[in-house]
């Protein structure tokens, strides 16, 4: 009886370590792995808050971070009047639909799709939160490759050098007035960078990366990145 009630914990102690064992990047995206995509064409993102320049102003922010990854990226100037040309701006009539004209038409191995589910400023008390999904999707077989959502939230507040005036109502109204002033005066597409930042810190390395098919073994984090970060 002793041995059998060994044998069970010592059962049960080696199934908890292999379920608590973090996946690693290819473990949550082996899509990225099995087909290596070269080439990505950024969609024009789906704005689903009532910020109506939000849409504009982040789809240039995509560019940079993807590049630095690895990829190939089409131009946004180019790619945007294209897609006008074509009728695609309208990125909600792909985000699920068939992807093979980007392949025949711009030569694209994968469509990145972003969904803007919350954009918010919030001047008295100093902060601007954003919650963003990504979608990197396939244009050869349709399958979603990468899917990473992000719920940053951007502390813009001004702490006051006099520890008084966080208690005086004079205090209080100087320190409100100088949130709205750093939140007001901050950079619409900032919070913007931050979350690719964070969400994309584990996107696959792309062809032109030293990292490629190198980093298959680092742990890929959680698919909902939640962060606050002081500016």
Known sequence: MKKTIAAIVGCATLTACVTTS??????????????QPLSIVIMPPINNTNHAEAKDYFYTSLYHPLCEKGYYVFPP??????????SAYDAEL???????KFHDVLGADAALFTIIKDWRRDNVC??????IEYRLRS??????LYGREGA??????????DDSNSTSLAGLIVNTLLNAISTASTDKIYAGRKCNEHVLSNLPAGRYS???????????????????IKK
């Not at 973090?22 to 087909?35: F, G, H």
Request: avoid cysteine; charge should be negative.
């Open 94 to 100: 792909f985000v699920d639909g068939d992807l093979g």
């Open 152 to 161: 940053i939230t951007l502390d813009t507040s001004v702490d006051s050098d």
């Open 22 to 35: 973090p996946p690693t990047l290819a473990d949550q995206y082996p899509a990225m792995y099995e087909e």
């Open 139 to 144: 244009t050869k077989t349709g399958r979603t």
């Open 210 to 228: 030293g990292s490629f098919r190198k980093d298959y073994v680092n742990v890929a984090g959680s698919k909902l990145v939640k962060a606050t």
């Open 126 to 131: 100093g902060k601007i939160t954003v919650n």
């Open 77 to 86: 100037e180019m790619t945007m009047e294209m897609l006008q040309h074509e």
